[in-house]
């Protein structure tokens, strides 16, 4: 099951440059996550300051 980034994002960053198959990218109000291109490795989960970041 792909990681999903909650309405708790708060557009810091440190998501999007630990995932190893870049699936994260900045929408308009938080970071988003390609739930097709996911391969469920959680290195963006572990750096969420703000535990925006779980699985869906």
């Known amino acids: 099951m792909a ?3 909650s ?3 708060i557009m810091c960053g440190a998501c999007e440059p630990q995932c190893p198959v870049t699936c994260i990218s ?3 109000s938080q970071y988003n996550i390609d739930a097709g291109a996911c391969i469920d490795c959680g290195s963006c989960e572990a750096v969420c300051p703000v535990g925006a970041i779980s699985q869906g």
């Open 7 to 9: 309405d708790a994002c």
């Open 3 to 5: 990681y999903v980034i």
């Open 26 to 28: 900045a929408g308009d």
